[in-house]
């Protein structure tokens, strides 16, 4: 189920649009940049959510990168409850996007 949207940016200073899902969405094999995050709202303040980061990846198809059994328990120890997806078929744009988030976000996994 998607969530929503969120922009993450790069020590470039290039931002990348990301639509955030559950961690139980089937994906079709389509490429893309993954950034695997716990998301936490504070409804009663009515504030922006906000994402910490766990880990930065891409891959060639989501749809075998995640589903129920790829999602480790390296990850849920973390707290991990989204998967922000930015699509990108390109190997090469996809590498440099991942390497420019993992300048910029200290994340628990990578």
Not at 35 to 43: E, S
Not at 83 to 109: F, N, Q
């Amino acid at each position: 189920m998607r969530k929503g949207a969120i922009t993450f940016t790069g020590k470039s200073g290039a931002h990348y649009p990301f639509h955030i899902w559950s961690l139980d969405t089937q994906f079709k094999p389509l490429g893309g940049v993954y950034f695997i995050t716990q998301r936490k709202a504070d409804k009663a303040k009515q504030l922006r959510a906000t994402h910490n980061a766990i880990f930065i990846g891409q891959t060639a198809d989501l749809a075998l990168a995640f589903n129920a059994k790829t999602l480790s328990d390296r990850f849920m120890k973390f707290g991990a409850n989204c998967l922000c997806v930015h699509l990108d078929e390109d190997p090469e744009r996809r590498a440099g996007i991942e390497r420019d988030l993992l300048s910029v976000y200290s994340t628990d996994c990578n």
